[in-house]
């Protein structure tokens, strides 16, 4: 079965630092990785996504992620991060049968200091 | 195009009651499920399906039931409301073998 982890359930950066956020998941084979952030009171808005090709991806808002197999990583960076970049954010993991839905971590929020 | 829409935004059950949750996309999407999201629990797979006429159960079937008659809804009831039921439901939708998710506003749901 298909699993993610989030290990920081809390992070808080100041605003100007660079930001990581770690994901790990388990999958038998080369999976579709999906970062979403959700703002209070929000539904989930894609930031990025990773199926195939170049294992470092660009998403929207200044975020990328690095597709990293051999540790079943896929954390996510932002090299400034912005006030308005608090939030929830979640990493999932999806398959390549038609029936294989997104699994999602728990999710880390973020808070900025100003 | 208003992609995924979920009624009602809020409602208050009493236990023992029951409900259903509206979906709806017009993308022509052929898979679409049902998420709850608890505080620390991201989010759980309820139900899905992959095609009119096609359902199976998630990670949290227990207490709700779907049916997609048609290709746009994907309506989900809850049988006999419980506490526990209280959450935050998303329904999501996507094109394809490893398509772009996309989620509805969501629907908070307080069992009383």
């Known amino acids: 079965a298909q699993s993610v982890t989030q290990p920081d359930i809390h992070i808080t950066v100041s605003e100007g630092a660079s930001l990581e956020l770690r994901c790990n998941y388990s999958y038998g084979a080369t999976p579709y990785l999906f970062w979403y952030v959700q703002s209070p009171g929000q539904g989930l808005q894609l930031l990025l996504k990773y199926f195939s090709g170049d294992t470092l991806v660009q998403g929207i808002k200044g975020f990328e992620a690095e597709f990293k197999r051999s540790q079943s990583s896929f954390n996510l960076r932002k090299p400034s991060v912005h006030w308005s970049d608090a939030a929830e954010y979640f990493c999932?993991?999806?398959?390549?049968?038609?029936?294989?839905?997104?699994?999602f971590g728990g999710g880390t929020r973020l808070m900025v200091k100003p | 195009n208003a992609g995924v829409t979920q009624t009602p935004k809020f409602q208050v059950l009493k236990t023992g009651q029951s409900m259903t949750l509206q979906c709806a996309q017009d993308?022509?999407?052929?898979?679409m499920s049902w998420y709850r999201q608890d505080p620390g629990m991201g989010l759980r797979l309820i139900h899905y399906?992959?095609?009119?006429?096609?359902?199976d159960q998630g990670e949290v079937p227990n207490g709700y039931n779907v049916s997609r008659s048609t290709t746009e809804d994907f309506p989900l009831r809850l049988l006999l409301a419980a506490p526990s039921q209280t959450s935050v439901y998303f329904c999501a939708s996507r094109g394809g073998l490893g398509g772009e998710q996309y989620f509805g506003p969501g629907t908070r749901l307080t069992v009383t």
């Open positions: 993308m022509n999407h052929e898979y």
């Open positions: 399906s992959v095609g009119a006429g096609i359902t």
């Open positions: 999932a993991v999806g398959g390549h049968n038609a029936g294989n839905m997104l699994t």
